[in-house]
């Protein structure tokens, strides 16, 4: 979807920045290609100072007094320096944007999740002012590790309950961005004795993912890694249940 805005720089015409996605989904780890399209306006050249792009998402924040979301950009990508950019002149340039390991996703199996979204956003520096584009919505699919435990915890009767993202970290971990994405299941009643609800955190990381997973109701956590060279070497149904019952041996799904 092609994106535009103009804006006025120093009182004369400004120019204009378009930016198309070849693909408006990804991976986390993976990648985004476009390209950009930057056309002079107005009666004078401009001096560029740069153009960048960026991935922005809501994130919940917690401040002790209040709560609260906010718009985050959490990785961006300069795509040149200064320039100068004459009326109606255009420059046109391919871009390929790596997108970070820990990036929250966003749908799954097809379906948004409610709660969710991302976006690239294309920005533009032109003396001293700063003029963003609109949102350009991406849609980030889980890898195949963090889906195979996700269709296994449906196929075991959890129900999405919501999916956040939220400033801070996951305890001891290698967390490398500074908010984590939780994803929200009601129980099934062969858990329910034992939880309210569970509450999931990916962190994915080049070789493997890590699995954070909370119990409420009493509170319990647990972390289980998933190597990717063995993802499809499980059962997944009888792993995810391991898990449940290691958070505590008083509850245990159906063997």
Known sequence: MGIKRLFQAMGVGGPSVESELAASDCRPGGQLEGRIRVVGGGDAPVDVEYLAIGLTTPIGIDDGNSEYSAQQEFHRQRLTGSFRLD?????????RFSVPWETPITELFGQHLHGMRMALVTELEVAGEVARSDVDAVAVRPLPAQERVLDALLRMGFRFSRADVRRGRVGDTEQ??????????????????????LELTFLPAPAAVQVSLVSRDPDRTGRFDVDYATVDERDWAQQVDEWLTALSGRFAGPR
Not at 87 to 95: N, T
Not at 177 to 196: D, H, K, R, V
């Open 176 to 197: 490398r961005l500074p908010f984590y994405q939780q994803i929200e299941f009601f129980p099934p009643a062969a858990y329910a004795a034992g939880m309210s609800r």
């Open 87 to 95: 009326p109606a002149a255009r420059h046109e340039m391919d871009f």
